[in-house]
Nanobody, 121 residues
Framework: QLVESGGGLVQPGGSLRLSCAAS????????IGWFRQAPGKEREGVSC????????YYSDSVKGRFTISRDNAKNTVYLQMNSLKPEDMAVYHC????????????????WGRGTQVTVSS
């Protein structure tokens, strides 16, 4: 089971750090992706990281503002989000897959329930 946390209400320009924790198994061998979905919009791949922590990817919309990382000792993947904008507001989900990280939601096998990020003044 994947469980996201760290969402909340933040003003534009603010920061949040999302966590994706696994229970009952180790994340060591899985690529992890972060996705978001705003009301009325399709799910968007935001960032992903390989199991080896060598390969990362960011969508153009978050590049330079978001940083993905993983701490296998804590069995957790993080998404540090800085300089948040109103358009970043969405429910953020993490998901895992075996193999190389991708941004396609259909490539991922197991999903968390998500955490809400609200960016508003």
């Amino acid at each position: 089971q994947l469980v996201e946390s760290g969402g909340g209400l933040v003003q534009p320009g603010g920061s949040l750090r999302l966590s994706c924790a696994a229970s009952g198994f180790t994340l060591d061998y899985f690529a992890i992706g972060w996705f978001r979905q705003a009301p009325g919009k399709e799910r968007e791949g935001v960032s992903c990281i390989s199991s080896s922590d060598i390969t990362t990817y960011y969508s153009d919309s978050v590049k330079g503002r978001f940083t993905i990382s993983r701490d296998n000792a804590k069995n957790t993947v993080y998404l540090q989000m800085n300089s948040l904008k109103p358009e970043d507001m969405a429910v953020y989900h993490c998901a895992l897959r075996v193999g190389a990280p991708t941004t396609g939601a259909s490539d991922y096998n197991s999903w968390g329930r998500g955490t809400q990020v609200t960016v508003s003044s």
